[in-house]
């Protein structure tokens, strides 16, 4: 629970950071009254990842060591296509490409276990999202999906053993999203949101064991789309 309290605290707070950044730059009170929100679209998205620090449970303590890991900052990319039913409700489909490379991962001991590799994933996700419409030339909006990770991967470079190559798996993911959008002319959209996106306990395998690990994403997302 803590933990929730904590992601959601920084999801809110990144959220916020995003929304008054791209309020503060607009303008557009004439054009927001003049934009039809009706109608297909698609965008395109890219930002930072933060993958949270997280544990690796191994199954086997010779070459699949247990340890958490800290991950250095790294990239999200995706592109999306949906419906806008009017000003507030849209729904949309989403494929997204995030990936983090892994500093270290210390065992019970604080002994360094790994000292690189990385994790990766790819996610398809639906989401609904819903636009607050008490301002004319930005809409604040709030975003819930669900889906899952069609692939996660990673490879640990181990200290003193073999490294462990192509761990994989694919699972259930869900996220929320706080974000603001401006309208550019009548059909571009620019936007930006923060954004919380976890998937519950994979076990990333290969031929030789697995890792049981935590995965869990805050990102900092920017883009563009376009309404048909």
Known sequence: MIFIQKSYARLMLLGGVVAATVAFGSSRQALADNTDYQGPYARLLGGLNFALDSDFDGNRSDSFPSGEASLDT?????????????????????????????????????????????????????????????????????????????????????????????LEDSVFAWQAMVGAEVPIDDSWRFYGEGRFMTAPSPELSN??????????????????????
Do not use: C, H
């Open 207 to 228: 031929s030789n064991g697995s890792y049981s690990v935590d995965y869990n994403n805050l990102s900092l997302i920017f883009g563009i789309g376009y309404q048909f």
């Open 74 to 166: 790294g990239a999200v990319v995706g592109l999306g296509g949906g419906y806008r039913f009017n000003r507030n409700f849209a729904a949309e489909l989403e494929y997204a490409y995030r990936s983090n490379d892994i500093d270290k991962i210390k065992g019970s001991g604080g002994t360094t276990i790994a000292d690189g590799g990385d994790l990766a994933s790819v996610a398809i996700m639906a989401n609904g999202y819903y636009f607050f419409d008490f301002a004319e030339s930005w809409s604040p909006y709030i975003g819930f999906g669900m889906g899952f990770l069609q692939e996660i991967d990673s490879d640990v470079e181990l200290v003193g053993a073999n490294d462990q190559k192509d």
